[in-house]
């Protein structure tokens, strides 16, 4: 059975495509804004979210970025970014912020829907700039109970290294180490979310408050500051 998912962008091209491009997906929603598919409320297996959706001088209420990804995954969405931002820190705050999936507008059809359907059935992707912040998170004792094969397997794919690659290197089979990954990666990113920007701060080696415009815990991240991150200040 197909996933059902909702489309969250403001390019119409986007909402209107996807469906008709990615036969594996069930699209039953495709809106512009956050607050329009909270009104609707559809029963989805995924949400696909762009990060920018709206010019916030002009709509200042839309929700987007962070705390677009809070409001979704508040009432109970599993959320994947579809978005054109690569900022590795921007990334690794929407997972921080619960996103289960990372994948870019510029990757091939075929792959992201593939990814799509990865996330929808409960598994995570999580772009290879954002492994190697985890990667430096765990050699830095920022997130522990990793066993030593989930080491070498985080260094190997932050490495840049392909799953056939890894599995080389390990002495394991490619699908055997498919099924490590996706455990560790899941775990990951749950740890991920219980750090405090001070303590991603000081791992990374960036300033106090650095990371406060990306990291927003309460949910409450202010749209103008998204924005301006957005337009790259």
């Known amino acids: 059975m197909r996933p059902a998912v909702a489309v969250v962008d403001d390019a119409s091209l ?108 409960g598994g995570t992707a999580v772009p290879q700039p954002v492994v190697g912040i985890l990667e430096v998170l765990v050699r830095r004792d920022c997130i522990t109970l990793l066993s030593e094969r989930q080491r070498q397997i985080l260094h190997g794919r932050a490495r840049g290294l392909s799953y056939a690659q890894v599995a080389r290197e390990l002495f394991v089979s490619e699908s055997t180490l498919r099924g490590y990954w996706f455990d560790l990666t899941r775990s990951l990113s749950d740890s991920l979310r219980s750090l405090t920007p001070g303590e991603i701060e000081r791992a990374l080696g960036l300033a106090p408050g650095d990371l406060l415009e990306f990291w927003a815990d309460d949910g409450t991240t202010d749209h103008k500051d998204w924005w301006r991150i957005g337009r790259g200040r």
Not at 17 to 31: C, E, F, K, P, Y
Not at 91 to 113: D, F, M, N, T, Y
């Open 14 to 121: 986007i909402r209107e495509s996807i469906g008709l491009l990615m036969s594996g997906l069930d699209v039953v929603a495709a809106v512009a804004t956050v607050e329009e598919l909270v009104r609707r409320d559809p029963v989805v297996d995924l949400v696909l979210l762009d990060l920018h959706l709206a010019n916030l001088e002009q709509q200042p209420d839309v929700r987007q970025g962070i705390a677009a990804i809070r409001t979704l995954t508040g009432r109970g969405h599993r959320v994947c970014v579809y978005s054109q931002e690569e900022r590795r820190f921007v990334l690794a705050a929407c997972v921080a912020a619960g996103a289960s999936g990372i994948v870019s507008k510029a990757l091939p059809r075929e792959r992201a829907e593939e990814l799509f359907l990865d996330v929808a059935a």
